[in-house]
């Protein structure tokens, strides 16, 4: 399977803004996500922070679960990813702390599950095979509840009703 190697699905907002942003950024490169989730490697959209579509199906596949699609927009355009596992969870990870006259001190526990999110607006970027973008779509079929398809006008879904969410 063949998939996005960067995200092209932003490319209609402000381009000079843009250019810095428009590449998948791996968590492993991220110190605020590091402190979170040591170890953590996955890739994220460097503009909306949305997962990669090739990482989400991994989450899927881990026992992720997809919730609270988000109808902002009129249409189902973002899932937030519930308790993403993954292969550091019990690792010692910042999870809180105290500020105190200025002073930060933290607070340790184990990093725990990942909670990220997907933007529906990334099944249009370009570079994904058919049988990756098939296989997505079924794979966002079935965690959703919402039937995503592509036909000759381009990617579309169906859902039990307006503002549906499982």
């Not at 960067?6 to 968590?27: E, M």
């Not at 590091?34 to 990482?55: A, N, V």
């Not at 991994?58 to 679960?65: E, F, K, M, V």
Request: overall charge negative; hydrophobic content about 35%.
């Amino acid at each position: 399977m063949h998939w996005p190697e960067q995200p092209t699905c932003h490319t209609d907002r402000n381009a000079q803004l843009l250019t810095a942003h428009l590449v998948w950024r791996r968590t492993l490169e991220m110190e605020h996500l590091q402190k979170r989730y040591p170890g953590l490697d996955i890739r994220i959209c460097g503009y909306c922070g949305s997962l990669h579509p090739e990482d989400l199906l991994r989450a899927l596949d881990a026992g992720a679960q997809l919730g609270g699609a988000d109808w902002k927009y009129g249409w189902p355009h973002k899932f937030y990813i519930h308790a993403m596992p993954w292969e550091g969870m019990e690792r010692q990870a910042e999870i809180g702390g105290m500020y105190e006259n200025g002073v930060h001190t933290p607070h340790y526990g184990p990093a725990g599950a990942y909670f990220g999110k997907w933007y529906n607006t990334h099944l249009t970027d370009a570079g994904y095979d058919e049988e990756a973008l098939a296989t997505l779509l079924a794979r966002l079929s079935a965690a959703s509840g919402i039937e995503w398809y592509k036909d000759e006008t381009g990617i579309g879904y169906r859902a039990p009703h307006t503002g549906y969410q499982r």
